[in-house]
């Protein structure tokens, strides 16, 4: 197993001292996250092949690994312009994971829930151009399904991706999305099986408590999706259920410590994840083995 940090709340800190600062929180992975002078939110890669050998050499420094590289375009988008444009991003954001050593990305299926069906269609038309560029470069892809995507069910979203029929195409299952894809956190992951080969761990609460009135938005009604990334035990997610499923499921993949909500105090709340996750994870019958880099 991997055990990873998503250092979105550490994207203050340039690029190729992140290595670094990631190794002395004690993680030896890295989920790389969308960054403005890497892989920005939805527009093509900031980066150079010179910063690409750059970061590479310093993540050997620090004895730090990618274990995936997470781009997020609009390839699922009802705009064809947009779609296409986001198929040429995603092809410079492959190339450049290759250039680093790295065998696996990890995404969404984006689009919207307010088109369903054209933005499936916009999703099956980006993987016919896409799978060939994963098949020739040897990148795996786990794919999730978002709060607000055209696909949000967490059973339904498996079947899809066993609907892809490529096995560089695997599952990741989000916790703090719990709520959203249809609280079944053991369901959905045992309908996964050996498809789930990626996991993001944070906190959420539940949107659905308190009659739907968890959370009020104005005007009622409105179109809007709302959780949380939180530190583990902030939230409702019942994490005994999350972890115990793991191991019946015999998980071995990444494990990512996917936390948001803290960059007032970030490298607290990541050693705090880490920690935490460990505490649970010596907690299986047959502890897991965790892989180091090189």
């Known amino acids: 197993m991997k055990l990873a940090l998503d250092p979105y709340m550490l ?3 340039p690029l190729l001292e992140l290595p670094g600062v990631v190794a002395g929180l004690g993680y030896e992975w890295i989920e790389l996250s969308p960054r ?12 150079d092949d ?11 420094a620090a004895g730090v690994g990618i274990s995936s590289v997470l781009p997020l375009y609009r390839w699922s988008g ?11 991003y995603w092809k410079r954001a492959i190339q450049i994971t290759s250039d680093l050593g790295v065998d696996t990305m990890n995404s969404e299926f984006n689009g919207s829930n307010q088109d369903v069906v054209r933005c499936e269609g916009q999703f099956w038309r980006s993987m016919e151009e896409l799978l060939p560029v994963f098949e020739q470069e040897g990148i795996r892809l786990a794919l999730e399904p978002h709060p607000y995507d055209w696909e ?32 079944d956190c053991a369901g959905i992951m045992e309908r996964a099986g050996d ?40 939230g409702e997610v019942d994490f005994n259920e ?17 936390v948001f909500a803290w960059e007032d105090r970030a490298r ?27």
Request: aromatic share 10%.
């Open 152 to 183: 949000e069910d967490g059973i339904r979203a498996v079947d899809l991706v066993r609907g892809i029929n490529s096995p560089l195409v695997s599952f990741l299952y989000c916790a703090p999305h719990t709520f959203h894809q249809g609280d």
């Open 268 to 294: 607290e709340s990541s050693v705090f994840m880490r920690e935490t996750m460990t505490d649970y994870l010596s907690r299986w019958s047959t502890p897991p083995t965790f892989e180091s880099p090189g």
């Open 50 to 60: 010179g910063t690409v050998e750059k970061f590479r050499t310093a993540l050997r």
């Open 78 to 88: 009802p705009d064809e312009d947009d779609r296409q444009a986001a198929v040429r």
């Open 242 to 258: 999350f972890f115990s499923t793991l191991e019946k499921v015999g998980f071995d993949g990444v494990m990512s410590s996917s």
């Open 11 to 13: 994207r203050d800190v």
């Open 195 to 234: 498809l789930l080969t990626m996991v993001h761990v944070a906190d959420s609460f539940s949107h659905t408590a308190s009659s739907g009135q968890r959370y009020i938005v104005n005007p009622p009604g409105a179109k809007v999706t709302v959780h949380q990334h939180l530190d583990i035990g902030q």
């Open 36 to 47: 403005e002078d890497f892989t920005p939110f939805y527009n093509h890669p900031r980066v």
